[in-house]
């Protein structure tokens, strides 16, 4: 997904919605089972200087939940935006809170799918997990407590104060 800096600089606005592959998010990571296409709604407008990309992410991906392992769906709806210029003073004079947003570029053209697969993947669950109050695997038998209660005693005893519990039993 291109932009040419000039051509939206002369003409003011453009609009973009494309549909891209998202075959990256496959690579190196074993929770995310299957991904959709990712679906950009990009707006770019020429600001002083520069031009700023801004819109909307969505994509639907299906992942294996990292405590009961049973895979779910969940869509992504990520807010973009990212500015460009050729100019280095504007980089320069950019407030801390915007100074990862702008670029530096050196051509007219721009491609906006490293830009994109960045924020996507910034986005995503460290730890997905398919609702907030997931039970999980048992780890003494295995059953997904989710479904079934196991009954098992999942009860630690630190072994340093294992010994007390026999002084308590006289």
Avoid: Y
Avoid at 19 to 31: A, E, I, M, N, T
Avoid at 87 to 99: F, R
């Amino acid at each position: 997904m291109w932009i040419n800096l000039k051509d939206i600089t002369a003409k003011g606005q453009s609009f973009s919605q494309e549909s891209l592959s998202s075959d990256f998010l496959l690579k190196g990571r074993k929770d995310i089972l299957s991904a959709g296409p990712i679906v950009t709604d990009l707006e770019a407008a020429a600001a002083v200087d520069a031009v700023e990309v801004t819109g909307k992410l969505s994509v639907e991906i299906e992942f294996g939940c990292s405590r009961c392992l049973e895979p779910f769906k969940q869509t992504l709806n990520i807010p973009f935006r990212e500015i460009f210029t050729s100019k280095p003073d504007i980089v320069a004079q950019a407030p801390e809170s915007d100074e990862d947003d702008i670029h530096l570029v050196h051509e007219d053209k721009v491609d906006l799918k490293p830009f994109i697969e960045e924020t996507i993947e910034l986005e995503l669950p460290l730890v997905p997990v398919c609702r907030e109050d997931c039970e999980g695997l048992c780890p003494e038998c295995g059953t997904n407590r989710n479904q079934n209660p196991c009954g098992c005693k999942n009860e630690r005893i630190d072994p340093r104060l294992a010994g007390l519990a026999d002084f308590f039993k006289s």
